[in-house]
């Protein structure tokens, strides 16, 4: 239940209770939350510390203020309007390499899971993603198809914490799947040999085989780490 | 440089050109930012927006506010205030079994980048940290030092990324951790097997052998998931 708060950095205090509500069940995705009216009578806060505390959550991509509707808990997670993760990475000073170590740890294995646990309509859009991908003809939207691709191996492996943590970093991985591509594609005929990647890592998953799932991916991520680390 | 602002989310667009400072350069960890007053003249927007802008920046554990000072880059990103990825793993109702996956994908392979790269200062830490654990009698700081073993292995990695997802879902990790040792502990001489675990971990830290670090975090985990699963 909510509870008038006494402490003094307030807004933080507002997060918390939603927070509390989230974790005990009470506002589920896709709910409305108390009005700012409501939560200011409740918490016994001003209503300056409820705004920040939903503008912050807003931000963070948890809850989305429809206009004149209220604010409601999200539904899904794509689409954050900002990333700390990624803005971290700049402030650390992180290089490529880094990025390519997560992509590394992490897609291998997802793939891996996928291979187990994707579903017969799951193939069917990675299919089609593949059969875009190689009749794209404008670079710019064979990048999105791309990272389509990638982001769609993930959903199947319907692991939600991975899926979040990609999300959360989705402007580091578009920009290196840009930059990639575009080394890649400088050299003659190298956009058959990134399909037929793309394709070994599709063919693995509908056989759901992981050994071979997680093979495929490890060397079209080499392949395309080769060119960035030049 | 910055510029006068003029769409409509405003408190968005004021934290979009504090990001473009900081992906140029012009801002860096520990940096003061400039004043409230002088952000509102600069991108002639209210005070209110440049507030929420802040306030969302602070809550993500990107820029402090001391006191009477002003607002600052942070220069280190632990202890984050509130933890989007966590919340949203709990509106995903997400469930112990992902946490282990994530935990064996990116711990096993963070601790054989930290064996190729930990410095001596860093064995010492760990070292102790081992030492401290097999002496400690009270769980409530066991379970501290425990969490402290794991996240300086992922600070030796050297890989900023990793490091800002694990702080990312620090709360979740917590937590696991937490119960595992609860239900490992329940069970007789566990505690010396825990300890000679965490110590295969250090030997092969030390000798700085890859695989062999794998290995025993692998087994290490695979131990601690055996008894979540129970």
Do not use: W
Not at 8 to 19: F, G, L, P
Not at 34 to 59: F, N
Not at 157 to 178: E, F, M, V
Request: charged residues 30%; contains cysteine; hydrophobic residues 40%.
């Amino acid at each position: 239940m909510l509870s008038p708060i006494k402490n003094t950095k307030v807004y933080e205090q507002v997060m918390e209770q939603i927070k509390a509500m989230i974790a005990d069940g009470t506002l589920k995705k896709g709910d409305k939350l108390p009005t700012e009216r409501e939560l200011v009578e409740m918490l016994q806060v001003s209503r300056t510390s409820v705004r920040e505390a939903m503008r912050a959550m807003e931000i963070m991509g948890l809850i989305e203020c429809k206009q004149g509707g209220g604010n409601f808990v999200r539904d899904n997670f794509e689409n954050n309007l900002f990333e700390p993760l990624s803005i971290m990475f700049m402030l650390e000073k992180g290089d490529t390499k880094e990025i390519i170590e997560l992509r590394k740890i992490l897609e291998v294995e997802t793939v891996a899971l996928a291979a187990a646990r994707i579903t017969e309509e799951e193939l069917l859009s990675i299919g089609n993603i593949i059969e875009d991908l190689k009749h794209s003809i404008n670079e710019e939207t064979a990048v999105k198809i791309d990272k389509r691709f990638h982001y769609e191996i993930a959903k199947a492996s319907k692991n939600s914490l991975i899926i979040s943590i990609l999300n959360a970093i989705s402007s580091l991985i578009d920009a290196y799947i840009k930059n990639a591509r575009t080394k890649i594609l400088a050299e003659g005929d190298n956009k058959v040999l990134l399909s037929s990647q793309h394709e070994k890592v599709y063919i693995a998953l509908k056989k759901h085989d992981a050994a071979e799932a997680a093979e495929a991916m490890r060397q079209h991520l080499d392949f395309a780490n080769k060119y960035m680390s030049k």
